[in-house]
C-alpha cells in the first residue's frame, strides 16, 4: 500500500507529554507514541509482542523506557526489550522487541510512516516566512475519507452556498477560469478567484480575493489568499492555510489547519475560532456525502469547468496509486 510509506500527522506535537504515552491510529494500525529520555518522539505499534496488551495503557518509565501494563516488559526507543520483570536475571533476546516506526516533529504535528520510502514531508513554503505567524487549529474528527476532504479544500463553488455571507454569497457564485499544472506532488491552481464578504477575520468590506491551491502530497494541501487592497483592518494582509490529514480509516479522518497569517496581535482562539467556523460549516456537508470514499473514475459523478482543480487531483491519486479512501 503506497500510502504506508508516506508521512501522515497524527498527534498535536504538545499533547505527547514525557511520561504519558499516547494512543492513536493511523491506516487502520494503532500506534502509540511516546518520548524518551532526551524528549525524542517515538511510535510503536500499539500491542506489546508479549501478549498483545496495549502499550498505550502503560507508562514511560524514569529511565525513558516503554513500560507495558500487563506485565511489565520494558521496552527501549529501539524497541527492543530490556527487562522482564518475572525474570530479573533474563537477558531478552533480540527477537524480543516491539514493532517500531519512524517518527519525526513538524508543523507543530507528530508525524508517522508506516514503513520506509522516498517521501518527504509535505512542504509548507510560509513556514520559514518570519512575516507570517504559525498556529494550528485542530483537531477535527470527520466522519469523511481523507481525498473528500482535500478535494473540499480546492473547491470554490461551495462558497456562496456553504459559506453564504462568509467566503460567499449566493448572489456571486461565478468561477472564472484558472489555471491548473501538475506538479511532483499533486497539482498546482493559480489564478482562482472569489468575491467574499469576509474573507478573514479583520475583513472591512466585502473583497475580491485571489486564491493559489497546491496539493503537496496525497493527503495534504496548502493555500493562499490574498484579498483586495483596503479591504481589512491590517494593511498587507496575507495568509496561507494549509490541510493535514490523518487517514485514520478509509472513511474516518483527524484534520489540523497550520495557519500563517499576517497578525501578531489577535490572541491564538480568535484566529482559530474563524477558521473553526468556516470547517465546522463544511463538517457536515462533508459527512453526507456518498459515496464516503473518493471515486476515482471520473465517470463515477459529474464534472464541470469549475471542477478542474478536483478532477486534477484525482488523476494524480490514481496516478500515483493511491488507494486508500478512494473507490
Known amino acids: ?32 507514541l511516546w518520548r524518551d529520555a532526551e524528549g525524542v518522539v517515538r511510535a510503536f505499534a500499539d500491542q506489546c509482542p508479549h501478549r498483545g496488551a496495549r502499550l498505550s495503557l502503560g507508562r ?70 518570519t512575516r507570517l505567524r504559525k498556529l494550528n487549529c485542530g483537531p477535527y474528527d470527520v466522519a469523511a475519507s481523507a481525498p473528500r476532504i482535500i478535494e473540499n479544500f480546492l473547491d470554490m ?80 494582509w496575507r495568509e496561507s492555510i494549509a490541510l493535514y490529514i490523518c487517514p485514520v480509516t478509509p472513511v474516518h479522518s483527524r484534520v489540523w489547519f497550520r495557519l500563517a497569517v499576517a497578525d501578531f496581535e489577535s490572541p491564538d482562539e480568535k484566529l482559530q475560532a474563524f477558521q473553526h467556523t468556516i470547517f465546522t460549516q463544511d463538517q457536515p456537508v462533508l459527512e453526507s456525502q456518498t459515496p464516503q470514499r473518493l471515486p476515482l473514475d471520473l465517470r463515477a459523478e459529474l464534472h464541470t469547468a469549475a471542477d478542474k482543480a478536483s478532477s486534477a487531483y484525482r488523476r494524480f491519486l490514481r496516478q500515483r496509486g493511491i488507494t486508500f479512501g478512494v473507490c
Not at 3 to 16: F, I
Not at 97 to 126: K, N, S
Not at 165 to 180: C, E, F, H, K, P
Open 60 to 129: 514511560v518509565t524514569t529511565q525513558g523506557q516503554l513500560e507495558c501494563p500487563y506485565h511489565g516488559w520494558q521496552f527501549a526507543a529501539s524497541g527492543q526489550c530490556t527487562q522482564v520483570p518475572a525474570l530479573p536475571g533474563f537477558v531478552p533476546p533480540p527477537g524480543h522487541c516491539a514493532q517500531v516506526f519512524e517518527a519525526q516533529e513538524a508543523h507543530g504535528l507528530v508525524w508517522v510512516r508506516l514503513v520506509r520510502g522516498d517521501a518527504a514531508l509535505p512542504a509548507f513554503a510560509a513556514e520559514g516566512d
Open 157 to 236: 463553488s461551495h462558497f456562496g452556498f456553504v459559506h453564504e455571507g462568509w467566503l460567499g454569497s449566493r448572489d456571486a457564485t461565478a468561477i472564472d477560469d484558472y489555471r491548473v499544472e501538475a506538479t511532483p506532488t499533486g497539482l498546482l491552481a493559480t489564478g482562482c478567484k472569489a468575491w467574499q464578504p469576509q474573507s478573514n477575520l479583520h475583513s472591512t468590506a466585502p473583497a475580491q480575493v485571489e486564491y493559489t491551491y497546491e496539493v503537496t502530497a496525497p493527503y495534504a494541501a496548502v493555500l493562499t489568499k490574498v484579498p483586495e487592497a483596503g479591504t481589512t483592518a491590517v494593511d498587507g
Open 1 to 32: 500500500m503506497v500510502e504506508r510509506s508516506l508521512w501522515h500527522p497524527v498527534a498535536q506535537a504538545g499533547d505527547v507529554q514525557q511520561q504519558s504515552p499516547v494512543a492513536v491510529q493511523l491506516l487502520e494500525q494503532a500506534v502509540v
